[in-house]
């Protein structure tokens, strides 16, 4: 959530949210794509590593160090990419079952939140499990609803059911 949110602070019209869990391999994988603002080099050194870039007047949030942190702790890795102008790519791979990793979280509400409170943003979604796959579109809702929000109680009261439906049917067995 908080990567995302970066990516629609930097001004992002599109968003990829990938989700890669991957038991044979032992690696959890997000990634989150944007074509936001970007950044510079300097910004990107500074926004990898806020404690040792010494002194900045300007404060330096802790989103992507500690999202750096959580995945190195579980012994995976992590990679930033950004080009100012075209946009930014935030890799992270957590060890799946190591003992640190944190919860992924409630991946229903956590999209339900971005794809109803970001009209404007298209979010391209994707949660993988174990060969198991769910892709959202908010491009191909946007096009069904015809001009209808997504805002609107009965799409909000839909989206959901639909992302509880798809995200559940990663986990089971049939
Ligand atoms: N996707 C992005 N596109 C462009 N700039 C970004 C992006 N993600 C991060 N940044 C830059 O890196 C800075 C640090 O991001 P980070 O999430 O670590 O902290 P923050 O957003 O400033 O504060 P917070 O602690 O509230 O998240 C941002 O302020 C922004 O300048
Ligand atoms: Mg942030």
């Known amino acids: 959530m908080d990567i995302v949110q970066n990516s629609i602070v930097a001004g992002a019209s599109q968003i990829g949210v990938e989700v890669d869990e991957d038991s044979a391999e032992d690696k959890l994988t997000i990634t989150v794509t944007d074509n936001g603002c970007g950044m510079d080099k300097d910004t990107l050194a500074r926004v990898c590593d806020p404690f040792t870039t010494g002194r900045t007047t300007r404060r330096v949030g802790l ?7 959580a995945a190195e702790q579980t012994g995976g890795e992590f990679r930033i990419e950004s080009e100012p102008g075209k946009g930014t790519r935030v890799c992270a791979v957590f060890g799946y079952s190591h003992i640190d990793r944190q919860p992924l979280g409630d991946m229903v509400s956590t999209m339900h939140q971005l794809i109803t409170a970001h009209e404007m943003v298209d979010i391209l979604y994707t949660h993988r499990v174990d060969g198991r796959e769910f892709c959202l579109d908010t491009r191909q809702i946007k096009e069904i609803l015809g001009g209808v ?3 609107e109680h009965e799409v909000m009261v839909w989206l959901l059911e639909y992302l509880k439906e798809n995200e559940a ?5 049939n």
């Open 63 to 69: 989103g992507i160090p500690l999202f750096k942190l």
């Open 149 to 151: 929000s997504l805002a």
């Open 169 to 173: 049917s990663l986990y089971t067995n």
